[in-house]
C-alpha cells in the first residue's frame, strides 16, 4: 500500500476532462446580497445528506455572489429545464452579463430565505449557510434547507463533456 505523502496529484486538464465525463443538471446559485441579487452557474452544487437536508456549493472566491451568500448567510440550489438554456448563458458569462442583470433572462421568486428561485426550475433547494470550508481558490457553503420545491415533470438540461444538452439531446 502507498501512503500519500509518495503520491503526487493529476495536472488541472486531466481533472477537467475527466470530471467532463460525468454528466451534471446545470444549476443556478443565487443570493441576495447588498446590492441586489446575485448568482453563477454552479456545477458542483451537490446534496451532503437527507437528514438533516444538506447541500453545499462550491464557489470559486473571485465570484461576485460570494459576498452575497457569506454576508446573508443563504444561498438557493435551481434545477434548470431543458428550455432554460438563455439562463444558463446568463450566468456563465457567455450572454456577456453581470450582477443584477443576469436575473433578466427569467421569471424569480422566492421562497423562505430570499434568495432568488428561478419559477420555472425543475426543482429548487432553499439554504441557510452552516459552515464554510477554504480549499485551494473556492470556499466550500455547507447549507442546511429550509425550503424546496419540486415541479415533478419536465427534462433537465444538462452538462456534459462541454456542452450543453437540452433533455437527451444536444442544444
Known amino acids: ?10 495536472d488541472v486538464k486531466t481533472f ?15 443570493a441576495q446580497s ?15 445528506t437527507a437528514d438533516p437536508a444538506t447541500m453545499l456549493v462550491s464557489i470559486d472566491r473571485k465570484t461576485s455572489a460570494l459576498a452575497g451568500v457569506l454576508a446573508k448567510r443563504h444561498f ?22 453581470s450582477g443584477a442583470d443576469r436575473f433578466l433572462a427569467g421569471e424569480w421568486g422566492e421562497l423562505a430565505t430570499g434568495a432568488p428561485v428561478f419559477n420555472k426550475a425543475l426543482g429548487v433547494f432553499d439554504c441557510v449557510v452552516d459552515d464554510v470550508i477554504e480549499r ?26 462541454g456542452k450543453t444538452f437540452a433533455g437527451f439531446g444536444a442544444v
Not at 500500500?1 to 493529476?10: A, H, Q
Not at 477537467?16 to 443565487?30: F, H, K, Q, S, Y
Not at 447588498?34 to 458542483?44: K, R, T, Y
Open 136 to 161: 485551494g481558490s473556492i470556499s466550500i457553503v455547507i447549507g442546511t434547507v429550509v425550503a424546496a420545491r419540486a415541479s415533478g415533470e419536465g427534462e433537465p438540461l444538462v452538462f456534459f463533456r
Open 16 to 30: 477537467w476532462r475527466t470530471l467532463g465525463e460525468r454528466a451534471t443538471g446545470m444549476t443556478i446559485v443565487t
Open 76 to 97: 438557493a440550489v435551481n434545477f434548470l429545464p431543458a428550455d432554460a438554456g438563455h439562463v444558463a448563458d446568463a450566468f456563465s458569462g457567455k450572454a456577456g452579463l
Open 34 to 48: 447588498d446590492e441586489g441579487p446575485a448568482g453563477f452557474l454552479g456545477l458542483s452544487a451537490s446534496h451532503v
Open 1 to 10: 500500500m502507498t501512503t500519500g505523502d509518495s503520491l503526487t496529484t493529476i
